[in-house]
């Protein structure tokens, strides 16, 4: 089923859409590691922790699950198990794939603050870099967990793009799961 789409606007209705993504969840081998990362370096401020014991999957389940606190109030949230087993069997290492990754909105001047922070701190130089998409640039870091994530900032018409790109959208997958594998990204 295809989201109704506003006859007004032609955006999809957002009354019939997820109001906003809650929280994104991870598991991590070091919960001070990841604090310190995402509040003292990045800036998200930690607003929750909940440590819990719960019959979980046939077994009784240890663990701490910290929240950080994104500008729309949602968050990013890891998990870290008390027994070693249950960290093996819910922690898999994160893929290092450059198309595995969160990406976060951020303003220009936010962008440059983590930016700046990063490099002063000398955090992971090999992997920290910046790719302009032509419709965003996006400042790229891996956190310590190996996940890698993104900060984007969108370009100043990014409302005609979205139009554009929402106009066309299923051509342009039917287009591109036939065969045909033309670019249609033209601002770059």
């Not at 295809?2 to 993504?21: C, F, I, M, Y």
């Amino acid at each position: 089923m295809t989201p109704a789409v506003s006859e007004r606007t032609g955006k999809p209705d957002h009354h019939s859409l997820p109001a906003r993504l809650h929280h994104n969840a991870f598991v991590t081998d070091d919960q001070e590691a990841t604090r310190a990362f995402y509040e003292d370096l990045i800036g998200l401020p930690l607003i929750a922790t909940w440590t819990e014991v719960e019959d979980l999957f046939g077994k009784e389940r240890t663990y701490c699950h910290t929240f950080y606190g994104l500008g729309d109030d949602s968050a990013l949230a890891f998990f870290q198990f008390a027994d070693p087993e249950d960290q093996k069997e819910f922690g898999p290492k994160m893929p290092k794939s450059p198309f595995v990754h969160i990406a976060l909105k951020v303003s220009e001047g936010v962008q440059q603050a983590i930016e700046t922070r990063l490099s002063a701190e000398g955090w992971n130089p090999d992997e920290t870099y910046v790719l302009d998409h032509g419709y965003c640039r996006s400042l790229y870091t891996r956190d310590p967990n190996g996940l890698l994530l993104e900060f984007t900032v969108d370009s100043a018409n990014m409302d005609e793009l979205n139009s554009i790109r929402l106009r066309t959208a299923h051509e342009d997958l039917k287009r591109w799961l036939s065969g045909d594998h033309t670019p249609n990204n033209d601002v770059r």
